[in-house]
T-cell receptor, first 115, second 111 residues
Framework: QKEVEQDPGPLSVPEGAIVSLNCTYS??????FMWYRQYSRKGPELLMY????GNKEDGRFTAQVDKSSKYISLFIRDSQPSDSATYLC???????????????FGTGTLLAVQP | EAQVTQNPRYLITVTGKKLTVTCSQN?????MSWYRQDPGLGLRQIYY???????DKGDVPEGYKVSRKEKRNFPLILESPSPNQTSLYFC??????????FGPGTRLTVL
């Protein structure tokens, strides 16, 4: 069983829709949760970073963590064609990956926002 | 501009021909890592480095070597590449803080 599970999609939505992306995990030691966005032929870039349970909002993006259910979500409001990318969840027991600098990634969800 | 650079971006090679993928960061970061990204498997860490001359294995180190002689550079060496090392490779770096910055990726094909 993978430590982190993520629906690979693809997910296609019309412009303006609310998008929900999700990951589940099995390791209860994870405390730090990230969402990366990866455009085609580019490296991942950090989108959201949260610690422990709760919500964090940044513009059109909201990250939610439910540690009791081992479930994290990313919501995108008023989605735009420029949001079309692969979204990767990542997590770690230590900030930034700690001494081993290792993040555990989901496999990514491919999102297409249609104009 | 703060960035992580990798070279080459694309490489096609043959089995057994030694190759090096370079990684350089201009942010004075202590931590650096190499990941490979494969369909259905996500990003997996190959090697990491905590600082100059300090490196250690990640989850999938077989067939790879690294070195960290300077703080800014962290090359990935494949001494005898095999087809199962065909993948998309990413270098990443960070300070003691939270954010890992990724390079643009190197797509390697081993025939």
């Amino acid at each position: 069983q993978k430590e982190v599970e993520q629906d690979p999609g693809p997910l296609s939505v019309p412009e303006g829709a609310i998008v929900s992306l999700n990951c589940t995990y099995s390791n209860s030691a994870f405390q730090y949760f990230m969402w990366y966005r990866q455009y085609s032929r580019k490296g991942p870039e950090l989108l959201m970073y949260t610690y422990s349970s709760g919500n964090k909002e940044d513009g059109r993006f909201t990250a939610q963590v439910d540690k009791s259910s081992k479930y994290i979500s990313l919501f995108i409001r008023d989605s735009q064609p420029s949001d079309s990318a692969t979204y990767l969840c990542a997590m770690s027991a230590w900030p930034g990956g700690g001494a081993t600098n290792k993040l555990i990634f989901g496999t990514g969800t491919l999102l297409a926002v249609q104009p | 501009e703060a960035q992580v650079t990798q070279n080459p971006r694309y490489l096609i090679t043959v089995t057994g021909k030694k190759l090096t993928v370079t990684c350089s960061q201009n942010m004075n970061h202590e931590y650096m890592s190499w990941y490979r990204q494969d369909p259905g498997l996500g990003l997996r860490q190959i090697y990491y480095s905590m600082n100059v001359e300090v490196t250690d294995k990640g989850d999938v180190p077989e067939g790879y070597k690294v070195s960290r002689k300077e703080k800014r550079n962290f090359p990935l060496i494949l001494e005898s590449p095999s087809p199962n090392q065909t993948s998309l490779y990413f270098c990443a770096s960070r300070t003691g803080g939270d954010t890992q910055y990724f390079g643009p990726g190197t797509r390697l094909t081993v025939l």
